[in-house]
């Protein structure tokens, strides 16, 4: 039997293997709050802390709206995918960055990419060059709490992005000092849907993350570079006219000065 793209032989209509665009995300840190939970003989707190924070997130295997969205969860990991549109770049791009905002509420991390390639997901299957191509690229490049935006993506943000209403997708991307581009999830402070996070809270709690990452990883570096890159994204936001309710962080107090 050969291979169809459009998989309803399969029984019933289970959608095709299509392009769309896709966004991985992976919780940083998983296996050590798994040890942290086994250890201390209490996962309660890190479980809640989870499911709390995932719960924006949900898990839509049926595209819907115009938008096509849909997730899926499994492990440390997160997939988004929205159709090739305007429509389904904007819905991807709110989603991670309101995901990301609440996993900070709870004090996690998140990494990861967006990109696009075919796609195929059911209740039971996720089957994606997309997948593939985001995970590599969160891989490569992404390095820090951070969703990295693949190049083509931000273009097509670029390209269409003025004739949607206020704010259009590509002022939803920052480029970073190593020329990344990335979301800015600062965003939902100021755009963003407010029933999600306490957008006034957010900024002293991203503060209080930041600095407890500082002092419980001191001594390791490989960690540590983390949470100085959110401390210096942090103060970036700061020093935006626009915004004036983020707190400052010293940095070199936190941190020194960087070799």
Known sequence: MYWRSDVSFLGGAMG????????????LGFKDLIDRAARDDNA??????????LTYVGADNKPSGDFQGQTKMFSDSVIMSGSPTLAGLNWVFWRCI??????VEYGLLLRGAITQGKHYQSEQL???????NSYLLEQRVAKYPRVVVEPSIAKLAQQQGRS???PPPDDL???DEDGVLFLDYFRYI???????VDAVRFPERHREVVEEGARRFAKLPHVLEKYR???????????????????????????GTKP
């Not at 309660?44 to 924070?53: F, N, S, V």
């Not at 100021?190 to 999600?196: F, H, L, N, Q, V």
């Open 16 to 27: 095709t293997f299509e392009p769309r665009i896709v966004a991985f995300l992976d919780v």
């Open 44 to 53: 309660t707190p890190i479980i809640e802390a989870l499911e709390k924070a």
């Open 98 to 103: 309101v995901t990301q905002a609440m996993f």
């Open 126 to 132: 996720v089957f994606s060059e997309g997948v593939v």
């Open 164 to 166: 949607f209403p206020y």
């Open 173 to 175: 991307i920052l480029e």
């Open 190 to 196: 100021t755009d963003g849907p407010a029933s999600r």
């Open 229 to 255: 890159w959110m401390a210096m994204y942090h103060n970036r936001k700061d020093d935006e006219d626009y915004i004036d309710i983020i707190p400052f962080i010293d940095v070199e107090g936190l941190f």
